[in-house]
């Protein structure tokens, strides 16, 4: 798997992407196919100083433009000093299966990104509205060392998803789900969809919180843009490995909307009620943002001098003969010790 995503990512061309605050298209081809993302770049970008980046990824026919405006994430890039990146799906879909997806695409996008301007490669996270959950979530699965976090709002785990992934990194994860949600039911379906709350506890349990059977809770105040004040629930998932945290915010009588935002393409009357004081977009930012990915790898040296490879590398890191410090190119760097074919040699891969 780690070559073929190494040999889509080297037909990625990054085309254009200016090195000034505000935003500007970053295109590139991947798999064949010329793909977008708007790319805002923080107001009084330093290209001394090292940036996170936040992929945000849009609902079922949604657009990039769609959840800048949705989201608000602008605004507090421009104030705390990140980028934003909204990618466009192919179509009306994100594609979770197969190859080359969406989370090889994104894998792709950040690699471009990173080329262009001064990325901090343990900062980048990935959130979704919807559909849009959906290449967040399988980045974790699939490519858990490639980002410090996601958000996940309004999307439930599908049951019978095949993406061919087994990780169980541990990965900071934020969710958001309205009760009253019409698109994605809070409590799933009987077959094939899991409830919110399930789809939390899933995350925790992969993430090692120690109470994913039984997280704690705490109530807040609340008011929908229909009129009603509720009340909302953040459950919290604690003594999570590696530092990691998983929190659910449950919004009572919420509809499939981002909470705190705009919500734009479908009326009320379709997509349910908007929270008005639970802001998604800050608590994922301020959540996210206090994280890290500290992944490491450690394997025998072998004769594979710097393989290009967005995945942990399994073996064969450095030349034959020579155990010195080896670049890994594109999401990995390698620092090696030891001679070949003494016990000594080992290579470790940090972020």
């Given at each position: 798997?780690?070559?073929?995503?190494?040999?889509?990512?080297?037909?990625?061309?990054?085309?254009?992407?200016v090195?000034?605050?505000?935003?500007?298209?970053?295109?590139l081809?991947f798999?064949?196919v010329?793909?977008?993302?708007?790319?805002?770049v923080?107001a009084?970008?330093?290209?001394?100083?090292?940036?996170?980046l936040?992929?945000?990824?849009?609902g079922?026919?949604?657009?990039?433009?769609?959840?800048?405006?949705?989201?608000?994430?602008?605004?507090?890039?421009?104030s705390d000093?990140?980028?934003?990146?909204?990618?466009?799906?192919?179509?009306?879909?994100?594609?979770?299966?197969?190859t080359?997806?969406?989370a090889q695409?994104?894998?792709?996008?950040?690699?471009?990104?990173?080329?262009?301007?001064?990325?901090?490669?343990?900062?980048?996270?990935?959130?979704?509205?919807?559909?849009?959950?959906g290449?967040?979530?399988?980045?974790?699965?699939?490519?858990?060392?490639?980002?410090?976090g996601?958000?996940?709002?309004?999307?439930?785990l599908?049951?019978?998803?095949?993406?061919?992934?087994?990780?169980n990194?541990?990965?900071?994860?934020?969710?958001?789900?309205?009760?009253?949600?019409?698109?994605?039911?809070?409590?799933g379906?009987?077959?094939?969809?899991?409830?919110?709350?399930?789809?939390?506890?899933?995350?925790?349990?992969?993430?090692?919180?120690?109470?994913?059977?039984?997280?704690?809770?705490?109530?807040?105040?609340?008011?929908?843009?229909?009129?009603?004040?509720?009340?909302?629930?953040?459950y919290t998932?604690?003594?999570?490995?590696?530092?990691?945290?998983?929190?659910?915010?449950?919004?009572?009588?919420?509809?499939?909307?981002?909470?705190?935002?705009?919500?734009?393409?479908?009326?009320?009357?379709?997509?349910?009620?908007?929270?008005?004081?639970?802001?998604?977009?800050?608590?994922?930012?301020?959540?996210?943002?206090?994280?890290?990915s500290?992944?490491?790898?450690?394997?025998?040296?072998?004769?594979?001098?710097?393989?290009?490879?967005?995945?942990?590398?399994?073996?064969d890191?450095?030349?034959?003969?020579?155990?010195?410090?080896?670049?890994?190119?594109?999401?990995?760097?390698?620092?090696?010790?030891?001679?070949?074919?003494?016990?000594?040699?080992?290579c470790?891969?940090?972020?």
């Amino acid at each position: 798997m780690a070559k073929t995503i190494a040999a889509i990512a080297m037909t990625c061309l990054l085309m254009s992407a200016v090195a000034q605050a505000g935003n500007t298209v970053v295109t590139l081809t991947f798999g064949g196919v010329t793909r977008s993302s708007i790319l805002h770049v923080p107001a009084g970008y330093d290209s001394n100083k090292a940036y996170p980046l936040m992929l945000v990824f849009h609902g079922v026919n949604g657009s990039g433009g769609q959840m800048e405006n949705m989201t608000g994430l602008d605004d507090i890039a421009d104030s705390d000093d990140f980028f934003v990146a909204y990618p466009e799906s192919v179509g009306a879909a994100w594609v979770l299966s197969g190859t080359p997806n969406d989370a090889q695409f994104s894998l792709a996008l950040m690699q471009a990104i990173e080329s262009a301007y001064h990325i901090d490669p343990t900062r980048i996270y990935a959130v979704g509205y919807s559909e849009g959950a959906g290449p967040a979530q399988l980045i974790a699965f699939c490519y858990p060392t490639s980002i410090a976090g996601i958000g996940n709002v309004g999307q439930n785990l599908n049951k019978y998803s095949q993406t061919g992934c087994t990780s169980n990194m541990p990965v900071t994860a934020v969710l958001f789900h309205g009760t009253a949600d019409p698109k994605s039911p809070y409590n799933g379906y009987p077959v094939g969809i899991y409830s919110a709350m399930e789809t939390a506890t899933i995350w925790a349990r992969i993430s090692g919180c120690t109470n994913a059977a039984n997280p704690s809770s705490s109530t807040y105040p609340d008011r929908l843009n229909t009129g009603p004040s509720v009340t909302d629930t953040l459950y919290t998932f604690s003594g999570c490995a590696n530092g990691t945290e998983v929190a659910f915010y449950s919004i009572t009588g919420g509809g499939h909307t981002w909470p705190g935002g705009t919500q734009i393409g479908k009326p009320d009357s379709q997509l349910g009620p908007t929270s008005l004081r639970t802001d998604a977009s800050e608590i994922l930012w301020e959540t996210l943002s206090q994280h890290r990915s500290t992944a490491s790898f450690a394997g025998v040296c072998g004769s594979a001098n710097g393989v290009a490879t967005f995945a942990a590398p399994s073996g064969d890191l450095c030349q034959i003969g020579i155990a010195s410090a080896v670049s890994g190119g594109l999401r990995w760097s390698w620092t090696c010790s030891g001679y070949n074919g003494g016990a000594a040699a080992r290579c470790s891969a940090p972020r």
